[in-house]
């Protein structure tokens, strides 16, 4: 069944905003790599990767309901950070943001009783917890060592095990 018009922009504009997700950790990417930590770099790389999926599952949801889909302009994401703290916490500040804009789309599919909609925000809600666990996760090592070198690598090695899953 095609969604409503308000479903289909608000897909459509999810979408939008997680291909801009994508730009947003692939450019805390390049920033680590700059700073010379790889693995923080290496865990960007693949949470980038991930943000497009999850923008394709907008884009296949809109596609097997027959509903228009308008990929738009990507606005740039910030290229600067003070440090790898400030990095992880704006990337938790940010998933917290996507996590309430999940659960007003949320809102609105079962306002408009659009059962399917509601169907794959479930799984953008579960995903959500796990985005906000991720990277608090992280946010709160960094708390943790302070301005230790040694322990930013140990951090840095481990962070780098993360593969594409
Ligand atoms: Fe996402
Ligand atoms: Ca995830």
Redesign the pocket.
């Known amino acids: 069944m095609v969604p409503n018009k308000k479903i289909e922009a608000m897909f459509n504009k999810q979408m939008n905003a ?1 291909f801009y ?1 994508s730009h947003l950790y692939l450019a805390m990417a390049g920033w680590f790599e700059g700073q010379g930590l790889p693995g923080f770099a290496q865990w960007m790389e693949v949470q980038a990767e991930e ?1 497009r999926e ?1 923008a394709m599952k907008f884009y296949n949801h809109l596609k097997e309901r027959r509903a228009n889909i308008l990929v738009g302009e990507v606005p740039p994401a910030p290229t600067k950070y003070k440090n790898a703290l400030d990095a992880f916490q704006a990337a938790f500040d940010h998933e917290v943001f ?1 996590s309430k804009e999940i659960n007003k789309m949320m809102e609105a599919a079962l306002a408009e009783k659009d059962f399917a909609a509601v169907e794959l925000l479930r799984w953008f809600v579960t995903e959500q917890v796990e ?1 906000e666990a991720q990277t608090d996760a992280v946010v709160q090592q960094l708390k943790m060592i302070g301005p230790s070198l040694g322990s930013l690598m140990y951090i840095d090695r481990h962070l780098g095990k993360r593969k594409a899953d």
């Open positions: 997680e997700n943000e999850h996507v985005e």
